[in-house]
Every structure is written in structure tokens, then in C-alpha cells.
């Protein structure tokens, strides 16, 4: 542990001080969004990919079991964005959030469950190695999920107002 004064911490940034003149406040509060979300989206990979080897270990097979790992994984998401990512902007929550942050998902679970299916389809290798399946409809899915859950589920100005 280090006797670190709030002056020290205040002073060590990740990003270079003209970098962060040049992309401003806000700027700079949407990269942390984005590198807070990108986190979230590692664990989300990880629940996806472990809850995927379960189901398929289990019986359900890649198809159902890939249904059952999305859910538990957009689920944990949920939590750590609205906890973590925006906290700030996530407004009152509950189960109604949750719901929206599923069926807005809906886009980015589109692009993800379309380029794990492609590779299931096109690739001998991804049929051995369902989790590299994963991995890619992870990155698909990413710019989707992060834009529509920012504008109309974590927006304490309201689900598709404008927010800082």
C-alpha cells in the first residue's frame, strides 16, 4: 500500500496531457465509457465462453447452449455496466432497465450470434473451437451494444434523450 495523496493520484493520467486538451471532457469521459465497457464485455466473454463449455458438456449442444450462455452473459453485462461503465448515467434501474437493455441488445446479439454462426457454419476449426466462435461475434457485437445501450438504457435523461 502506498501513502498516495489525492494530488498524486490526480496527477498520473493514462492518456498524455495534449491528448487530453485535444479531445476534451466529454472526450475523455466517453473513452473511459468505451475502455470500461470494453472491460465489461472481457468478463461478459468469459461467463459467455464458461457458461458455453458447460451447456455443451452438459447435452445442450453449440446452438441451445450458445442461446443459454448469451443470457447468462448479457445478464452479468448488465449488472457490471450499470454498476461500473455508467454509473453515473444509469438512472434508476430495476427490471425494466434490464428488459430494455435485452431487447435494445437485440442488434448487437444479431451481429454476435450471426458471426459465431458463419464461423460454426464456414469453419472446421470454429466447429472444434465453438469459443473462438464466440470471440469473434464478441467483437461484432461490441460497437452495437455499446451505442444503443448508452442512448436508450443507461440515460438518466431518459431512454433515447440526449445526455452528457
Request: charged residues 10%; glycine residues 14%; without cysteine.
Amino acid at each position: 500500500m502506498t501513502d498516495e495523496t489525492p494530488a498524486a493520484r490526480a496527477s498520473w493520467r493514462p492518456i498524455p496531457a495534449p491528448v487530453a486538451r485535444r479531445i476534451g471532457p466529454r472526450g475523455l469521459g466517453l473513452l473511459g465509457e468505451v475502455l470500461r465497457f470494453g472491460g465489461v464485455g472481457i468478463v461478459g466473454f468469459l461467463v459467455d465462453a464458461g457458461v458455453l463449455l458447460a451447456a455443451i458438456a452438459l447435452g445442450l449442444g453449440p446452438w441451445l447452449g450458445r442461446l443459454v450462455s448469451y443470457l447468462a452473459a448479457a445478464t452479468t453485462t448488465y449488472a457490471l455496466n450499470r454498476a461500473w461503465t455508467f454509473r453515473h448515467r444509469a438512472g434508476a434501474g430495476g427490471a425494466g432497465q434490464w428488459a430494455r437493455f435485452l431487447v435494445v441488445n437485440l442488434g448487437g446479439f444479431a451481429a454476435n450470434y450471426g458471426a459465431y454462426a458463419a464461423l460454426l457454419v464456414l469453419s472446421e476449426t470454429a466447429r472444434s473451437w465453438p469459443v473462438l466462435g464466440v470471440a469473434a461475434g464478441s467483437v461484432a457485437g461490441l460497437a452495437v451494444n455499446f451505442t444503443l445501450s448508452r442512448r436508450f438504457v443507461f440515460n438518466a435523461a431518459g431512454p433515447g434523450r440526449s445526455a452528457p
